[in-house]
């Protein structure tokens, strides 16, 4: 069983808005916190959003004020709302779950990934 997969992406001028989802199983979305990143064309891959234990919200400078990461407990779902975008938020978008008390954005500490969702933005 695949523990993380993520849909939601597509093509979207400018100014718009994508809201991309990441579905965990049960044991995943319970036992580990999640995140979001984005590796845009070359590129390294970086933090985009993520909770920590106590749920709190963080985001990448980046992003802020534009974008937002819910969960949805009951459906072992996690989401990220994306607003006003940019041609510079162009990336293929992935989410990550890696254990509580771990390091956010250290790629190491993440034990599992999606295949990712591709996000386009058009000028």
């Known amino acids: 069983q695949v523990p993380l997969l993520e849909s939601g992406g597509g093509l979207v001028q400018a100014g718009g808005s994508l809201r991309l989802s990441c579905a965990a199983s049960?044991?995943?979305?319970?036992?580990?916190?999640m995140d979001w990143f984005r590796q845009a064309p070359g590129k390294e891959r970086e933090f985009v959003a993520g909770?920590?234990?106590?749920?709190?919200?963080y985001y990448a400078d980046s992003v802020k004020a534009r974008f937002t990461i819910s969960r949805d407990n009951a459906k072992n779902t996690m989401y990220l709302q994306m607003n006003s975008l940019k041609p510079e938020d162009t990336a293929v978008y992935y989410c990550?779950?890696?254990?509580?008390?771990?390091?956010?954005?250290?790629?190491?500490?993440?034990?599992?990934w999606g295949q990712g969702t591709q996000v386009t933005v058009s000028s």
């Open positions: 990550a779950a890696r254990k509580p008390g771990t390091t956010p954005r250290d790629e190491n500490n993440y034990d599992y």
């Open positions: 049960g044991r995943t979305f319970s036992n580990y916190a």
């Open positions: 909770f920590s234990w106590s749920s709190a919200t």
